[in-house]
């Protein structure tokens, strides 16, 4: 791997450029489609190093557990800062290989770019004091707070300055309202789906799938928790689902496949403890 030296050259190369197109008032969306297939998961960069895919997704859990423990240590909210954080954490890896770019600092650069996004922002040097009071065995380097913002130049590149991100939280909301429970229940149903979606972002499902989609899937899943999947909804209509008024064509294959990778990184965290 170069020097953090050559990494902040290598993302300066282009910068002057990029930001002639960029205006730095507001957030600018390139549309870029940010949804891979297997097919794309299966041959990521460091999947070409010699990762395999368990020790991919293991790296890119550790490194959402990073982004999770700084931030929280910076009293960020999941949502959306630290959702966001992790999802261009999760992007910045199908560009490049984990071999390149260490899990620690990519954390800590996407985590102070998402501060700004989010509007949440934090100084750098903060962000590298707390990260070095919860992590100190990771960012011992003197030049800590110099390789975040030369990592977080090459995150912008990648990216694409693709900054928005939409999150299923917002879905969530809206998608629970239609249900025919009292108070208590659809309080129920919303706070374990809330809490699978936070537990989502340590996935690849928002590499895989729309947010609506993973938003439904994971209510689907709270609902067949609480046992309440055979309520009611408003707008019922004969021979449809609930969330046929929000996504078409959506199968319960298709949200049982969401509800799995839930489940398989619940499944991967208990063995590692």
């Excluded at 960020?76 to 620690?104: C, G, I």
């Excluded at 995150?155 to 879905?171: A, E, G, R």
């Excluded at 690849?204 to 055979?230: F, G, H």
């Excluded at 949200?255 to 489940?263: S, T, W, Y």
Aim: aromatic fraction near 10%; include cysteine; charged fraction near 30%.
């Amino acid at each position: 791997m170069g020097s953090f030296l050559q990494i902040r050259e290598l993302a300066n190369i282009e910068l002057e450029v990029k930001l002639v197109t960029v205006c730095s008032s507001k957030v600018v969306s390139m549309g870029r489609d940010w949804l891979f297939t297997e097919e794309q998961l299966s041959d990521t960069p460091s999947r070409r190093d010699g990762i395999d895919r368990n020790e991919e997704d293991k790296l890119r859990r550790d490194g959402v557990k990073l982004i999770v423990e700084i931030g929280t240590g910076l009293k960020l909210q999941p949502h959306p800062t630290l959702a966001t954080a992790a999802v261009y954490l999760h992007r910045f890896y199908m560009f490049h290989s984990f071999k390149e770019f260490p899990k620690h600092l990519t954390a800590l650069g996407c985590l102070f770019l998402a501060g700004k996004v989010e509007e949440t922002p934090k100084k750098c040097k903060d962000l590298v004091t707390v990260a070095k009071e919860k992590c100190p065995e990771l960012y011992s380097s003197k030049n800590a707070v110099e390789e975040v913002m030369g990592i977080e130049r090459v995150l912008l590149q990648t990216i694409k300055f693709d900054l928005h991100v939409d999150h299923p939280y917002t879905y969530l909301l809206q998608y629970q309202k239609v249900f025919k429970l009292d108070r208590d229940k659809k309080q129920s149903v919303l706070q374990n789906a809330w809490t699978f979606v936070n537990d989502s972002i340590s996935t690849t499902l928002c590499l895989m799938w729309e947010p609506e989609v993973v938003a439904i899937s994971l209510i689907y899943m709270a609902l067949k928790m609480t046992k309440l999947d055979n309520c009611d909804w408003i707008d019922r209509r004969p021979g449809e689902q609930w969330w046929d008024q929000f996504v078409a064509n959506l199968t319960s294959d298709m949200m049982e496949e969401v509800c799995h990778k839930v489940l398989d990184y619940y499944t991967a965290t208990r063995r590692e403890r």
